[in-house]
């Protein structure tokens, strides 16, 4: 009897594991918007202006070096209520590049 009951309880326990991992990974993925809503205006503020700085000047070079990097300065800065559309297309741009082969 103790090993059928054994056996019955490795599915809701599979089950339960899954629901929290997935609930992890939802949790985690918007982590990065939580920390920037809760920053200090002026914190805030300045992140976003030297981010964007970042996106109209580092990143306008064609150094495929600079790709990964320039990639998530764009994401991080579509994380602000800030980006207005010309803001998105610049981030949509640097996303989208995709690096030459070497």
Same mark, same amino acid.
């Given at each position: 009897?103790?090993?059928?009951?054994?056996r019955w309880a490795r599915w $809701?326990?599979?089950?339960?594991?899954f629901a929290g991992v997935l609930f992890l990974?939802?949790?985690c993925e918007g982590a990065e918007q939580?920390?920037?809503r809760n920053m200090p205006e002026g914190e805030r503020h300045a992140l976003f202006v030297r981010t964007l700085q970042n996106l109209k000047s580092v990143c306008t070079a064609p150094e495929e070096a600079m790709h990964a990097y320039c990639a998530e300065q764009a994401r991080i800065a579509l994380e602000f209520s800030e980006c207005d $559309?010309?803001?998105?297309?610049?981030?949509? !741009?640097?996303?989208? !590049?995709?690096p030459r082969p070497r």
């Open positions: 009897m103790h090993g059928r009951l054994g $809701p326990a599979a089950v339960v594991g990974m939802v949790w939580r920390a920037i $559309p010309a803001c998105q297309a610049l981030a949509s !741009r640097q996303i989208s !590049r995709v």
